[in-house]
């Protein structure tokens, strides 16, 4: 099992760049489909963007499709969220999240059982 550290939010304008980072350990982090997820104030965790644990295959919620953008590295055991083109309603904590199963992490956020402790993304207008 993989145990994970994001890293890298902060305050920012809208319109602004940001840059996630997670940091996972553990040998077998290249078994795992990684996701990003983010929680708003007083709304429900929602799935942002998930890849497969090759990179071969990237996916999005259609929210942030052509402003963000994942990738990995299985060689330094990190994930990224590249975040561009920021508005205020991306403001939330995000989480790292880790499952053996792509579908499992894009379609059922309440059985993920890996998880980072979250960053916090505010974007200002």
């Known amino acids: 099992q993989v145990q994970l550290v994001e890293s890298g939010g902060g305050l920012v304008q809208a319109g602004g760049s940001l840059r996630l980072s997670c940091a996972a350990s553990g040998r077998t982090f290249s078994d795992y489909a990684m996701g990003w997820f983010r929680q708003a104030p007083g709304k429900e965790r929602e799935f942002v963007a998930a890849i497969m644990w090759s990179g071969g295959s990237t996916y999005y919620t259609d929210s942030v499709k052509g402003r963000f953008t994942i990738s990995r590295n299985n060689v330094k055991n990190m994930v990224w969220l590249q975040m561009n083109s920021l508005k205020p309603e991306d403001t939330a904590v995000y989480y790292c999240?880790?499952?053996?199963?792509?579908?499992?992490?894009?379609?059922?956020?309440?059985?993920?059982?890996?998880w980072g402790q979250g960053t916090l993304v505010t974007v200002s207008s």
């Open positions: 999240a880790a499952d053996l199963s792509l579908f499992v992490l894009i379609r059922t956020v309440e059985n993920l059982e890996i």
